[in-house]
């Protein structure tokens, strides 16, 4: 699996730190067992009655089942999350809030089918955020779509790098591309 995380606590490092943070206790409890829904729900209800600097974070995951083919998305605040195929680009996108925000959590939970050669590309709200509103989904469709190769590691810098190149100057938020 592959989780993303964007906190927002107060400062750069306290928001690293705290993002970091969500990302160990999801892992701990899904190796401990829970669904992950039942894992996001009660790490949102630890954020909500909690007194942590961090308040609000997203959470975005993708659950690869290797036997079936089949990707579950989990997203709860989270950015767009985009499926290279062959001859298309999908995306899933959620409009749900971060955890931390309400007592009673909405997660969305999409299941996908992957073939060989398809590609999860998963990115922060920085990343979209550095596009022109309206067209941030159009415009890394077409990025992500003009990747070649089957590098996911180059795959994650060109596409960063087309961003930062549309956008022509310093990022602003943090912006993680990553790619499985």
């Known amino acids: 699996g592959a989780a993303l995380s964007d906190g927002m606590g ?3 490092k306290a928001c690293q730190e705290s993002t970091m943070v969500v990302v160990e206790m999801l892992e701990e409890l899904l190796e401990a067992g829970f669904p992950v ?3 996001v729900q009660m790490m949102n209800t630890a954020l909500v ?3 942590e600097e961090v308040r609000f974070s997203t959470i975005d995951v993708s659950l690869f089942d290797l036997y079936s083919g089949t990707c579950e998305f989990v997203k709860a605040g989270a950015s767009t999350t985009f499926i290279k195929r062959k001859d298309a680009v999908e995306k899933i996108c959620s409009t749900t ?3 931390g925000v309400l007592q009673d959590i909405e997660i969305d939970t999409v299941t996908k089918s992957l073939g060989s050669g398809d590609y999860v590309i998963m990115v922060t709200d920085g990343v ?3 596009l022109p509103v309206g067209e941030q989904d159009l415009l890394m469709e077409m990025i992500i ?3 070649k190769g089957n590098n996911p590691k180059e795959m994650a810098h060109y596409i960063l790098e087309q961003v930062l190149e549309w ?3 310093e990022p602003i938020d943090g912006m993680t591309v990553a790619v499985a």
């Open 128 to 130: 979209l955020d550095s």
């Open 97 to 99: 809030l971060p955890i």
């Open 37 to 39: 829904k039942t894992a």
């Open 145 to 147: 779509g003009g990747t």
């Open 49 to 51: 009655i909690g007194r």
């Open 10 to 12: 107060s400062g750069e």
């Open 167 to 169: 956008t022509g100057e």
